[in-house]
């Protein structure tokens, strides 16, 4: 109203349109004030992206002037090359010498790699020979077949070196203890391969989330899976065959035996020991636990019998004894269809955890029992994201039953590797190496897990369920 | 010069009405702008009706949708600016208009067409985008620049009349 009024005043002075006067600047930056809000919002908005951000990568330890180690890589295969690889991306390594018996192609190829990254590396068919002409290693990066594990680890032991071991431990657990012994008589050091205990994710999971937090109340029931497509068996290049006495003298009867190794009663342990051992070793970990008994069901359905020894499909129910009570854990892998992939569930009372180490699939949420008290101070501390609002639309409408609970809220879990999945646990058994850090799955996890894992196979074989004894953990 | 026939109250309300969507506009950009790796492909991509072809074009020319990206992100802010502070608003009303009708016809929503990215709420045909669309429509038709912004001054200083 007022400006209406203004109007003719100002049309009837000429000079008016130039002179400003103080309505004018008060009106004309009225709305300036604003900005300085949106300024300040968007100021807390960081700063509260900061903290989640901050505490899903945990407190960065000051890296100190670090040592350089001397490095050599047992067996060039999958795997081989996969650490390699992570390997590249860790600082202050020198790679020293490789070791494998497909000397015309794996071999050749981890050294090429390297050469490529300017180490000057020597190829060895033989382990004892690389053990005798390398002097001053300091570490032995282990992924030959698992029927290997055992006599590798023990000679690089005794010859002083520290030995990174791929899972599982060993195919048998005579081998798996005369490990740990070794270890333990020489001193050295000993890491196995169960690279989600080092894995930021799977460790802000156990310390804040479930021990610190105690977001999951107690944990009842458990269940994983690993699915995996069907694929053919692993060939080779016919040019490049290992002659058969070399085989041989290796253990392995033919070079598809050699390929496919895991298949093989003997030489590996199948899916269940592949790729359970993986994940049935959280449930010991995130459980505090060992099982009790365990029962299972298993066979080769889809393969071929002879060539696949192991069984391609296995489900396994193991009952555990926590600190808090019973809990019973499934565990299913099948090698005939991968959709959705592989994970971990553990449920309690007050929470659920779906965890994977995939980044892709299921990666990390937890879900909030509507009966629970509120997570609001987690959320605040960024142990978890806020809750997901699940969109109308995003589900059919439906009606509920008086009976039916509400679905809970979705949490994620906000942490993200961004880097190789094994690299967090070889940087573990290097600074181990240097003193700076503690092994984060020294062989009695490995034995633990070789215990909790390799049962699963003599209970399909027995076809009834199976006793632990307590002192089977233990050596 | 100065059309509005407004009481007072009603060009607070209209002053309000545009600092609100001076606001989204912002953040929409500045948001954008701080994700490391933004970039609009994830939108046009899953384009759909008549329009998709261009906007699938747009995606896989990664010159082009860089282009897009930035112009996005700093039209965004501009706009955003230029309706909080009331300065150019016409110009940033008009523009904001043309962006929102760009990301309306990118995944319009036609009856029974129901694929579309997942939005909260329920919509047929008219969606939040098309609502602030309008309204910017009413901010574009109203001098509230000069009644509340940098406008008023501006005006002053530089018009004739
Ligand atoms: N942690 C994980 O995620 C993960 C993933 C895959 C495999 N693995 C483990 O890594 C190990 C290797 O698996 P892979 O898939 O690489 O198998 P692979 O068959 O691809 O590779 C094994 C390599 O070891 C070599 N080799 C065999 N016997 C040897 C010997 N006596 N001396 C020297 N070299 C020998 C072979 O020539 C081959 O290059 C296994 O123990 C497996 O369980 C772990």
């Not at chain 2, 620049?145 to 002053?156: E, P, T």
């Amino acid at each position: 109203m007022t400006e209406e009024k203004k109007e003719p005043k100002k049309s009837s002075s000429k000079p008016a349109g130039k002179t400003l006067d103080r309505r004018d600047f008060l009106q004309g930056l009225a709305t300036a004030p604003v900005l300085g809000l949106f300024g300040y919002a968007l100021k807390k908005e960081i700063d509260y992206q900061k903290a989640q951000k901050a505490a899903a990568l945990g407190t960065p330890a000051v890296v100190p002037e670090q040592a350089e180690l001397n490095v050599a890589l047992l067996g060039a295969g999958a795997q081989g090359e996969v650490l390699l690889n992570a390997m590249l991306k860790i600082p202050n390594i020198r790679f020293r010498a490789v070791c494998d018996i497909w000397t015309e192609y794996n071999l050749k190829k981890a050294v090429n790699l390297l050469k490529k990254y300017k180490f000057e590396v020597n190829g060895y068919q033989d382990y004892q020979e690389m053990l005798a002409k390398e002097q001053g290693l300091d570490a032995v990066i282990i992924a030959t077949p698992d029927f290997w594990h055992a006599r590798h680890t023990i000679d690089c032991l005794k010859a002083g070196v520290n030995v990174y071991c791929e899972k599982e431990m060993s195919n048998t657990l005579e081998g798996a203890r005369s490990m740990v012994l070794a270890a333990r008589e020489t001193g050295k050091l000993l890491q196995i391969g169960h690279q989600r205990r080092s894995h930021p994710r799977y460790k802000h999971a156990y310390e804040k989330i479930i021990k610190e937090a105690k977001m999951m109340g107690r944990m009842v029931t458990v269940n994983g899976q690993w699915n995996r497509s069907a694929a053919p068996d692993l060939g080779y290049p016919a040019r490049y065959a290992i002659p058969a006495d070399i085989l041989k003298k290796y253990g392995f009867k033919s070079m598809e035996q050699f390929r496919n190794w895991r298949w093989y009663k003997g030489l590996g342990g199948g899916p269940i020991v592949d790729l359970g051992s993986h994940q049935i070793d959280i449930y010991n970990w995130f459980l505090d636990a060992r099982p009790k008994t365990v029962m299972a069901s298993g066979g080769t359905d889809y393969y071929d019998k002879a060539t696949h020894e192991w069984y391609d499909t296995v489900m396994a129910i193991y009952e555990y004894e926590t600190p808090d009570g019973i809990a019973r854990a499934y565990y299913k892998t099948q090698t005939t269809n991968g959709s959705q992939g592989y994970f971990e569930n553990f449920m309690g009372d007050q929470g659920t955890m779906v965890i994977s180490e995939s980044e892709a699939l299921y990666s990390g949420l937890m879900y909030h029992e509507t009966s629970a008290p509120p997570w609001d101070e987690w959320v605040r501390l960024g142990y978890v994201s806020a809750p997901k609002v699940i969109m109308p639309g995003e589900k059919p409408e439906v009606v509920l039953d008086v009976r039916e609970t509400v679905s809970p809220d979705e949490h994620k879990i906000p942490v993200v590797l961004n880097d190789p999945y094994h690299k967090p646990h070889l940087e573990n058994f290097f600074n181990a190496i240097r003193g700076t850090e503690k092994l984060n799955c020294p062989p009695e996890i490995g034995y633990e897990t070789a215990v909790t894992v390799l049962k699963v196979n003599d209970a399909i074989e027995a076809r009834r369920t199976l006793n632990f004894d307590p002192r089977e953990f233990e050596i | 010069m100065n059309e509005n026939k407004f009481g007072r109250l009603q060009m607070i309300a209209l002053v309000i009405m545009r600092v609100m969507i001076g606001w989204h506009f912002l953040y929409e950009g500045v948001a954008k702008f701080m994700k490391p790796g933004w970039s609009a492909a994830g939108y046009l991509s899953q384009s759909k009706g008549i329009f998709s072809p261009i906007f699938e074009w747009i995606t896989n020319n990664p010159d082009i949708l860089a282009i897009v990206n930035q112009m996005n992100i700093w039209g965004l802010i501009a706009i955003g600016l230029g309706l909080i502070m009331g300065c150019f608003t016409r110009i940033a009303a008009v523009a904001g208009m043309l962006l929102i009708l760009l990301y309306y016809v990118c995944n319009p929503l036609f009856v029974g067409f129901y694929y579309s990215i997942p939005m909260e709420g329920n919509y047929m045909i008219v969606n939040k985008n098309l609502v602030e669309l309008a309204a910017l429509f009413v901010i574009t038709v109203t001098s509230t620049g000069q009644f509340a912004g940098l406008d008023r001054i501006l005006h002053k200083l530089f018009c004739k009349k």
